[in-house]
């Protein structure tokens, strides 16, 4: 099967719409970010990031398209005239690279979002990969177009669920806000919280529903990060675990192993390969 068969199979067992809108294959993410996608598929290895070392990993298995939840050449829409422009040392190297080792690079974002089958309908394929990953998938209990899982759970602390997820996604450690005491029954994944959101309607959530646990993409240290510090300072059952925006949504990529024999409808050799923490704590 060539790479562009692997795509087109890919992008037809998801939803294929988001908010209500069909993905236009023009304007989406979704894109071939390097190499020749009209070439035999040798092996697939999926990742969040196809950093160096998912690149090299991927030769030794000898797989020669990497699926990929973000961006390859650190910019938004993968632009690369900057980077030939200024003869950036380390753009030359990673295509070098690439172009030594013949693999293709895909961008999986918004059609994976836009959901995988799940019982009669589809559900968001990242989200549900972590809550698949970890553990979780008897607990959830909504999942919104905003990317959001809610789950209800057996009561736990933060402290327990820092530990399931060091283990069951192979990270190192992840920064912590609030109580860690806290008897937490409503775990929260919430997105993306940072300068220029609104937090209002997220902290008036927390409250209103009782929601115990947050786990966002983005986590600045303002608005909801300071409400939920001072909560945890009056000894309500609130705290974030902001393991980074990378690691929380890993375990998606991971998950496609699972289904993917059935959207390509033939079996290809496809392994997760994690890109790791994005920081190394000292």
């Not at 988001?18 to 294959?25: E, S």
């Not at 699926?67 to 070098?96: F, P, S, V």
Request: proline share 2%; aromatic share 10%.
């Amino acid at each position: 099967m060539l790479i562009s068969e692997v795509i087109q199979n890919i992008k037809d067992y998801c939803k294929g719409s988001w908010a209500g809108h069909k993905i236009d294959d023009a304007t989406t993410r979704d894109k071939i970010l390097y190499g020749d996608p009209d070439q035999e598929c040798t092996g697939i290895v999926t990742t969040i990031y196809a950093s160096i070392d998912v690149i090299k990993k991927a030769h030794e298995l000898g797989a020669n398209f990497i699926i990929a939840h973000e961006a390859l050449l650190w910019n938004r829409g993968d632009k690369r005239d900057w980077l030939e422009e200024a003869q950036n040392k380390t753009y030359l190297a990673k295509k070098k690279l690439l172009d030594d080792y013949n693999i293709c690079v895909w961008r999986f974002h918004d059609y994976i979002h836009s959901g995988i089958p799940y019982k009669d309908d589809y559900i968001d394929g990242i989200f549900y990969g972590l809550a698949k990953v970890t553990g979780w998938e008897n607990y959830v209990i909504s999942e919104d177009l905003a990317g959001a899982v809610y789950v209800e759970c057996e009561e736990t602390t933060p402290k327990k669920v820092a530990e399931q997820i060091k283990k069951t996604w192979n990270i190192s450690g992840m920064k912590a806000i609030g109580n860690m005491d806290a008897k937490v029954t409503k775990i929260l994944v919430c997105g993306h919280v940072q300068e220029g959101g609104d937090s209002n309607s997220l902290i008036t959530r927390v409250d209103k529903e009782d929601i115990n646990l947050l786990l966002p993409l983005e986590l600045i240290d303002f608005t909801l990060t300071e409400y939920i510090k001072d909560s945890g300072q009056l000894g309500f059952d609130k705290a974030i675990l902001a393991p980074g925006h990378f690691n929380l949504e890993e375990p998606g990529m991971k998950y496609i192993e699972a289904w993917i024999d059935d959207a390509l409808k033939e079996h290809i050799d496809t392994t997760y390969v994690q890109a790791g923490d994005m920081y190394t704590y000292l």
